[in-house]
Structures are given as structure tokens and as C-alpha cells.
């Protein structure tokens, strides 16, 4: 049986990547389960303003009450955010604890204009606040980026920040009290992990590989018996 060795390198080629493609889904859907289980799990749980320093992961999901003082200075606008499809921005603000630490908290949501070059006037108390929330992973940046010397950012670089300020917890609190009239909307949508979708695509992949592999070896019994 002779084989061509061009064809042969391409279908062996397409067969890796379809398979890595596949691989790479299976590993999103554990990933995405873990997820949803932790959630399940921590969302019952609440932990103490002396925790907010544990790890990150462990934190995840769970719900916490912080007192402390608004630091507005340092606050910053998540822009282009919807809620019930209108466009706005999410207010990002670090909260200063008694113990010094400092927490980004996800105050909630405004209307806002984009074309609208000045930033929303947010009512801020001076004095201290108590807050209950919980602690969420923000959007990852994939293709975006943060304009340094702008307010208005696309995400949360929370390696950044707290690179930069090791006083700063390296998580968000996304705040759920509404004990001031502040004019913010915190209705927060449950996380939707979705796992089986990512066993859907490892499907398909797998699927692709196994019908080019089949393809390719009719291809090839039918040319030998000509």
C-alpha cells in the first residue's frame, strides 16, 4: 500500500488539532463543573471581614459583611456594561477596613450614556458604611484592554492592582445590601457555568476526527484497489 506523503501529513495534522480541540473541551467541562460545584457549595457559606486576606479560591462564591470606609478617589467605572439591555457602567470602589486592609467592591450598576464623555456622579457616604456581598470572580480580559490613565476600564486586572497596592485583597466583593439610596442597581445574575456545553463541543471535535480518519482510510482502501 503506498501513501502520498502530502495527504498523509495533512490528515494526521487535522487529526491532532481536532483532537487537542477536543482534549481542550473535556478540560473546560471539568473545569466548568468544579465551578458550578464550588458555587453550589460556597454560595451558603459566609466568612468574616479577617478572611478577606485568605486565598482567593477559597473564597470564591461565598458571601461576606464588611465595614469601612469608601476610599472614591481610587474608584474606577466598568464601562459598557447592560442590565436588562440598556447600557451603563458598574462601579468599582475600594472599601478601607479597620485592619487597613482595602477590598474592591462591585457597588452596583448605572445608566450611562457612552457617548457621554464624563463619568456618573456616584453618592458616596463619608462616614463608615457596613455592606454585605459576595465575593465574585469579574470578567477575564481575552481581547481586551485597560486604558491606564482612564477610569473607564474593560475589566477588573486585579493582578495589577494588588501588585501595586499590597494593602488591596485579591478579590472582588459584589455588593447585594442596598442600605443607602445610592441610585445603583444590584440585581447580580446567578453564574451560569454551563458545563455541558463544553462536553457538547468535545463531541463535535471528537466527531470531526473520527469521520476525517474514517474518510481518509476509505480514500485510501479505494485508491489500493483500483
Not at 501513501?3 to 473546560?28: A, N, T, Y
Amino acid at each position: 500500500m503506498r501513501i502520498k506523503l502530502l495527504p498523509f501529513v495533512s490528515v494526521v495534522v487535522s487529526l491532532l488539532i481536532l483532537v487537542k480541540l477536543g482534549l481542550w473541551q473535556v478540560e473546560r467541562y471539568y473545569e466548568k463543573l468544579d465551578l458550578e460545584q464550588t458555587y453550589t457549595i460556597n454560595s451558603v457559606s459566609t466568612v468574616t471581614q479577617s478572611q478577606i486576606h485568605d486565598s482567593a479560591s477559597s473564597l470564591s462564591y461565598k458571601n461576606i459583611e464588611l465595614t469601612g470606609k469608601w476610599l472614591p478617589e481610587d474608584s474606577f467605572f466598568l464601562n459598557l456594561k447592560k442590565h436588562k439591555g440598556v447600557i451603563g457602567m458598574q462601579v468599582i470602589m475600594p472599601l478601607l477596613l479597620s485592619s487597613g486592609a482595602k477590598v474592591l467592591v462591585n457597588r452596583g450598576w448605572i445608566k450611562h450614556n457612552p457617548d457621554d464623555k464624563n463619568n456618573p456622579l456616584i453618592y458616596t457616604p463619608e462616614k463608615n458604611v457596613s455592606i454585605s456581598g459576595m465575593i465574585r470572580k469579574m470578567s477575564n480580559s481575552y481581547f481586551m484592554s485597560n486604558s491606564p490613565n482612564s477610569k473607564r476600564k474593560m475589566f477588573v486586572d486585579i493582578d495589577a492592582l494588588t501588585a501595586s497596592d499590597r494593602s488591596l485583597a485579591k478579590v472582588v466583593v459584589f455588593q447585594t445590601s442596598n442600605n443607602v439610596n445610592d441610585g445603583l442597581i444590584r440585581k447580580w445574575q446567578v453564574p451560569s457555568f454551563k458545563p455541558m456545553m463544553h462536553l457538547g463541543y468535545a463531541i463535535m471535535w471528537f466527531s470531526f476526527a473520527l469521520i476525517l480518519l474514517l474518510g481518509a482510510l476509505y480514500m485510501q482502501f479505494k485508491e489500493k484497489g483500483r
